[in-house]
């Protein structure tokens, strides 16, 4: 079995912007999707390990883009990982055209927890450590690694949402893709017509569910840099807890 | 070539809501997707209509399960020309298994317009009448037709939001499937776990931009059947203007 995976995607009409440019949430949904059909495909997907209480829970993505595929191209996405340690594995991808165009890379971090406790698992627990024969060192990920979003205390409240039927996904919490299409849509299109996402960061640290409330706190930390803080407020305690925090570059 | 499309399609886990079952609306893109396939291949597709300024407009969709499908499940999507007329043809979908389990059915109405005046053209006129030699009347499509969808005056304000970035597609306009996701998230998860859409319908008559704001009024009509209005206030003539109208029927 290839240590590196390729699945093949379109940019469909309806996963396309105003611009006709695949939007980079849905991007995303592709490299989760490519994520888990190459660890399934190598003995370490979902749908094994939930049968051994097992769960991989996405702890940080990052996407830098050159360029998104337009609307009805065909690209790969590639994936394979980096690095395994016992809680922790880096995972990469890389986004190609059938020409060989680099559309762009991606990097994410994930955890492994025990879906009884919710506690961490031991990654290498997994069948006699199996994930160590699928590292891959030799390919390159030009792009950095994620570091931790830093911000000060003056970022501004730019809006609240509340969380609905759509937003939830079978885990019963906001799916991790939400979350960067509602930072996504704080700007707006005469914004998007000249600016393009270059990059976007985001980590996450707690879950949302239906009923809470998602506030957005922005800070401008760069000429077209920018870090939001998504906190929420539980709908039964109403205490607010800081749920990810993300990072978005613009060129 | 085959009059009847058939196009595969798999229920990817980010599409499915918290029951692990596909969203409505992401079928509703599949099926929008499978059209365009079809028609794509038969020489009527939106590509070549745009070269010769004509597009498809969908005016009408109507969607009726037995079963939605669960999770990683694959799922085929047939699709076919039910009639024409001169400004409209109606297209159906039948969704179905590999195992030859049918989930459900629709019905669509789509609009040929001038894309520069936007104004109707005549389907007729497309190669010499070339879609008439893909109509089949054979294959039943055992759900109704959908009725305009009559609403009195007692609807409720339940809901008003703004458009952002990702509800707008290519055209510039909120995109199809956003408005059913948008009724669809009038609901709440609760009422999800005891109800099921059984029946989708949507009536679309104008157009919806960034910036403006939609309004639901909703109507009940039935025991588990509610009418929807959507409104939108356009942002520089602050006029209200009817969008569309749905029902949904549950279970």
């Known amino acids: 079995m290839n240590k590196i995976g390729k699945y093949e995607f379109i940019a469909e009409p309806f996963h396309c912007d105003f611009s006709g440019h695949l939007c980079l949430g849905h991007l995303g949904n592709h490299l989760l999707n490519a994520a888990d059909f190459h660890a399934t495909g190598r003995g370490f997907g979902m749908k094994h390990l939930l049968g051994i209480h097992r769960a991989w829970v996405l702890s940080r993505l990052a996407i830098e883009m050159n360029e998104m595929p337009q609307q009805l191209e065909h690209f790969n996405v ?3 990982i980096e690095g395994a340690m016992r809680y922790f594995t880096q995972r990469n991808f890389e986004i190609i055209g059938d020409n ?5 890379y991606g990097r994410s971090v ?12 031991d990654i290498f627990a997994i069948d006699d450590g199996a994930i160590n024969h699928f590292i891959v060192t030799e390919k390159p990920c030009p792009i950095e690694k994620g570091d931790r979003v830093k911000m000060g205390n003056q970022a501004e409240l730019v809006r609240t949402i509340d969380v609905y039927y759509h937003d939830i996904d079978i885990n019963g919490h906001v799916n991790s893709i939400k ?5 996504i ?3 707006v299109i005469p914004w998007y017509r000249v600016h393009q996402i270059k990059r976007f960061d985001i980590a996450y640290v707690a879950e949302t569910h239906q009923g809470d409330q998602l506030h957005f706190y922005r800070e401008q930390t760069g000429d077209l840099t920018y870090c939001i803080r998504l906190v929420k407020t539980d709908q039964n305690t109403l205490q607010d807890t800081e749920v990810c925090r993300c ?5």
Chains 1, 2 share one sequence.
């Open 78 to 80: 590639e994936t394979w």
């Open 100 to 104: 060989g165009k680099v559309y762009g």
């Open 110 to 121: 994930w955890a492994m927890i025990d879906t009884e406790t919710r506690q961490p698992a």
């Open 179 to 183: 979350y960067i299409e509602h930072v």
């Open 185 to 187: 849509d704080l700007w």
């Open 247 to 251: 990072k978005i570059q613009f060129t």
